[in-house]
């Protein structure tokens, strides 16, 4: 008798967690349903006025073997369950995801296509310093057989106030001219939204820096104004958080985004950073967008440069970042990371771009790409 009344109250509570499950889930489509509705008017996921109310409610009058704890523990559990499909769902659906982003011809920066099938070279000294300078670096860099930005900072993100800050506006005109006359197109960071106007105009593509990646307001004004962006990690972030810093700029208006991974902190002392390559494969498995490596300043040596641009682009990376100054030596800023003309033109060549012409331009150098400086000499980050 005990047998049947056991087997009967298990087939019930079988037949009841049915119920249940298909209550749950009835409860989770609604919850999504809402939560699309609440998403198209920009409002947060997560109601706490809301889920206290419930909580009140469900626990105002409680009777059976439950009392008002157990029953608000059990509805939390639920609550926190609706929460996570929503992270879910939200995570899923964001524009950086989408695999239509980006057009077949790529990004384009002028006459350069940023994720078209070849890889660009961003290359350029860390600072504007001078027009000679910029002269003879852009009349280096024009002749190299490979597609090509010119990168140089004017207003500069230092570690130290003390440190050269850069020639801002003029800078910028330096930049801008001396790419002109070598039809050259241009990235340069930009720092803040008091100085986006000025160096927009003055260049083909903006640079997000490191610094600046959770920088909301500076990500929205970029959005807005439509230019392309070079987006780099910063050096504590997640590839979810540089996710989300590409979606501020593609949800204000602007699809044409870069990703760079420039090396995160880590113990690590002997480079400058840490390069994480694994970022490449994962980010272009999350996004359309494309994705290329600064080896410059995740490295700060220029004698393991090489192995890990081929690792780099082994990996997926659409492109690269390399600092270059004629007179490292002399540098401004960062010259302990910098190749000279020379390096630069070996690097191109040892990636199999082609031999940089006319060859023989360049003088001897002492610079090899198997000498540098070890990192822990300096105190960037
Ligand atoms: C730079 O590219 O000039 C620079 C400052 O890099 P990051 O923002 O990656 O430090
Ligand atoms: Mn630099």
Known sequence: ?????LATLRQEIDRLNQNLLSLVQHRAELVLEIAKIKQAQGLDGYDPQRELEMLQSLTA???GPFGPEEVKEIFKSIFRASLDIQDAERRRSLRVRRRDLVPA?????GDVAIGAGTPVLFAGPCSVETPEQMEEIASFLARLPVAMILRAGAFKPRTSPYAFQGLREEGLKILRETADRHHIVTVTEVLDT???EVVAAHTDMLQIGARNMYNTELLKAVGRLGKPV???RGFMATLEELLLSAEYILSHGNDQVVLCERGIRTFETSTRNTLDISAVPLLKSETSLPVIVDLSHALGRR???LPCARAALASGAEGLMVEVHPHPDQALSDGFQQLDLAACSKLVEALGWGVPKPPAVLAATEQT???????SEQHEI
């Open 1 to 5: 008798m005990s047998e049947n009344r």
């Open 369 to 375: 790409l198997g000498s540098t400086p070890t990192w």
């Open 230 to 232: 070079l987006l780099k």
């Open 303 to 305: 004698d393991i440069i």
């Open 61 to 63: 009058k409680v009777t």
């Open 194 to 196: 008091s100085t986006l």
């Open 105 to 109: 011809g790529g990004i384009r920066v």
